[in-house]
C-alpha cells in the first residue's frame, strides 16, 4: 500500500539551530501539505502545493520557516533559526486532487517529531 | 468562534457499547467533511468522509452530516478498546477554499 514517507522521525535540536524535514508524497498526488501539530491542539496547516506551486501559505512564519517542492514529487521544509515555540510535531499529507469544490482524502505521513532545547 | 468545535473529552464508554463523536463548523460554505482517528503519538488516519447530508455507514462507522445545522458527527457501535483514540474532525471549502480546518480533537476511553 503506497505511503506518505518523512524523514527524520525524530529530530532534537537547539535554539537557534536550523532544521529540515523531508517529505516524499503517495506517487501521482499532487497536492502535497504541510502541517504542524502542537500537543492538545489539532494539525495546523503551513503550506499547502498545488504540483510545484504554493497555494495556501498563509500561517507559515516566513521569517523563520520555508518550504519548497521543486519538482512537484518531494518536498523539504525548513525552520532557521528554531525557536523553543517550534516544538512539535510536524506533519506531511497528500492528496490526488483539489479542486473549487471539493478537496480529496489527505493521507498523512508519520510525521517529524521536533524539540527545541 | 472557533472554525471547527469539538468536545475534548475524555469520553469513556464501555466495551460494546456505542460511542458518539459530534462536531459543529461556522463556516456555513463548507462542502468536505473527514473523520480522522489518531493515536498518541502517531499521526491521523482518515476514518470516514461525507460531503452530503444524511448518513454515511462504514463497517463499525457512520458519518452523520446536517448543514443546515452546521452539524457534523461520527458513530462507533460496538465499541472496541483498540478504538480508544483521539478522533479528528476536518471541514473543507466554503471560504476557506482549499484549506482544510481541523478540530482539536475528541479523546475517546473504551473501557474493557
Known amino acids: 500500500e503506497a505511503e506518505v514517507a518523512q524523514s527524520p522521525r525524530y529530530k532534537i535540536t537547539e535554539k537557534s539551530q536550523a532544521v529540515a524535514f523531508w517529505c516524499d508524497p503517495i506517487s501521482g498526488h499532487a497536492t502535497l501539505y504541510w502541517y504542524r501539530q502542537i500537543l492538545g491542539q489539532g494539525p495546523e496547516l503551513l503550506v499547502q502545493?498545488?504540483?510545484?506551486?504554493?497555494?495556501?501559505d498563509s500561517q507559515l512564519p516566513k521569517d523563520r520557516f520555508s518550504a519548497e517542492r521543486l519538482k512537484g514529487v518531494d518536498s523539504t521544509l525548513k525552520i532557521q533559526p528554531a525557536e523553543l515555540g517550534d516544538s512539535a510535531m510536524y506533519l506531511c499529507?497528500?492528496?490526488?486532487?483539489?479542486?473549487?469544490?471539493?478537496?480529496?482524502?489527505?493521507?498523512f505521513g508519520p510525521g517529524t517529531r521536533l524539540t527545541v532545547l | 468562534q472557533k472554525e471547527v468545535e469539538q468536545n475534548s473529552g475524555p469520553l469513556s464508554v464501555p466495551e460494546g457499547a456505542i460511542a458518539s463523536l459530534n462536531c459543529t463548523y461556522s463556516?456555513?460554505?463548507?462542502?468536505?467533511f473527514f473523520w480522522y482517528r489518531q493515536y498518541s503519538g502517531k499521526s491521523p488516519e482518515l476514518i470516514m468522509f461525507?460531503?452530503?447530508?444524511g448518513d454515511k455507514e462504514d463497517g463499525r462507522f457512520t458519518a452523520q452530516l446536517n448543514k443546515a445545522s452546521q452539524y457534523v458527527s461520527l458513530l462507533i457501535r460496538d465499541s472496541q478498546p483498540s478504538d480508544s483514540a483521539t478522533y479528528l474532525c476536518a471541514v473543507n471549502g466554503g471560504t476557506g477554499g482549499f484549506k482544510t480546518i481541523f478540530g482539536a480533537g475528541t479523546r475517546l476511553f473504551v473501557k474493557a
Open positions: 463556516d456555513r460554505g463548507s462542502q468536505s
Open positions: 461525507i460531503y452530503s447530508n
Open positions: 502545493f498545488q504540483d510545484e506551486s504554493v497555494v495556501d
Open positions: 499529507a497528500s492528496s490526488a486532487q483539489s479542486d473549487s469544490l471539493r478537496t480529496d482524502t489527505q493521507y
